[in-house]
């Protein structure tokens, strides 16, 4: 099913645009990168006790938020519908997790210098495909800008400027800065942007300040 909208066509990034939000940010986007958050929507990735964070709809809807691909009217717009074809959006629910773990096949393989996996690439490429059979370029204020279409209307739209994202990182010298996580259980992914390139968390409040409580207290017990 698809959902009636009044905008056919969907600017990108939406970052650009101002809109009220109605939700507060439920994601922890320290990526520094859309396809790079969109990867980390698993937690404690390699703990043995991964937690999934994309459950149903309403989450993956809820990171599109966070993540300025939709609006808050975007997203109510899904939760008012939703209902109406639940099968639609478990398939969106899906592919998002399908189109992820494909992109951490290939981002993390190319971290380590290791060979991408090729069913992983071939799996990045339907999605940058299906993305591009719905990207226009469109004209604005003397210059030309990627809109989507039907991005509003289908349940999966969230999942072709995620796509493009990662094709643009791949292709990019920013795939120098791509890093991990140093804590054994996170491993999420970022670009490092700091200035001497030395971070090593994902975040100082979650994973850095775990390490400074674990190497007080190995300190105490030495001591
Ligand atoms: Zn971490």
């Known amino acids: 099913m698809v959902i009636k909208s009044t905008k056919k066509i969907h600017r990108f990034p939406m970052t650009e645009t101002k809109f009220k939000r109605r939700r507060p940010p439920k994601f922890e986007l320290i990526g520094g990168n859309l396809a790079l958050d969109s990867v980390n929507t698993l937690d404690d990735r390699p703990s043995g006790h991964p937690k999934e964070l994309l459950t149903n709809f309403y989450e993956l809807a809820r990171f599109g938020e966070d993540a300025g691909i939709l609006t808050g009217a975007d997203v109510d717009r899904f939760y008012i519908n939703v209902h109406l074809d639940p099968d639609e959006a ?3 629910v899906r592919r998002a997790i399908h189109l992820r773990e494909a992109m ?8 380590k210098k290791q060979t991408v996996p090729q069913p992983a690439l071939d799996t990045l490429n339907v999605y940058i495909r299906d993305a591009a059979q719905h990207t226009r370029l469109m004209q604005k204020d003397g210059r030309c800008e990627l809109r989507y279409n039907e991005m509003t209307s289908r349940y999966s739209a969230m999942l072709w400027p995620i796509a493009r994202a990662a094709a643009d990182l791949l292709t990019s010298s920013d795939m120098a800065l791509l890093r991990a ?5 996170c491993q999420w992914l970022f670009l490092d942007t700091s ?14 300040n775990r390490e400074k409580v674990r190497k007080f207290y190995a300190k105490k017990t030495t001591a």
């Open 90 to 92: 478990g398939d969106a």
């Open 104 to 111: 951490y096949a290939v981002f993390s393989a190319l971290m």
């Open 181 to 185: 996580c140093s804590s054994a259980t």
């Open 195 to 208: 200035k001497n390139h030395h971070r090593r968390w994902c975040s100082m409040k979650v994973c850095g």
